[in-house]
């Protein structure tokens, strides 16, 4: 059976592991090696490439990879929303809270990026929120948040709006990680 190098080159790690340990148990015979990969069903790798020589690759050519991480790693607006807020989103959290459920004088933040406009439920919108037809995104976060009043007539927020674009961009970072 012939593997192409990526492919022995992604099993290393899985041999090297069990020829760590032992081998692969009482199925094994010097023929093969029965490696499982999740996901996957078992694949035979011919026994002179199961056990290579330290500092030897099994395939030539073929580099050992690192073995991949068993959790996500975390997108950079999770890093952001993780590290805390930006020291101009304290002048939001007089008005706004960043918990799911908790409203104030505005509604809660926590998830409003990529949410439409007045849909919090169990926050009285005003009529010119609720018609405004927006979906927080990041263009019209940075519209809005650069000037509430000017993006949405009539709205109720009592805020003049952060005219630093890094500020903005810092804040709506935030946000998207909520």
Known sequence: MKFAPKTAAALVPVLLALAACGGGGADETEEQVAVATPGAADTAIPADTATPAPGESPTPGATPTE??????????????AAAGPPTVFNQCTACHSTARGENKIGPSLAGVFGRRAAAVPGFEYSQAMKDSGLSWNQANLDRYLENPRGVVPGTTMAYNGVKDAAQRQAVIAYLRGL
């Not at 073995?67 to 952001?80: C, D, E, G, I, Y």
């Open 67 to 80: 073995t991949p991480s068993p959790s996500p790693t975390p997108t950079a607006s999770a890093t952001l």
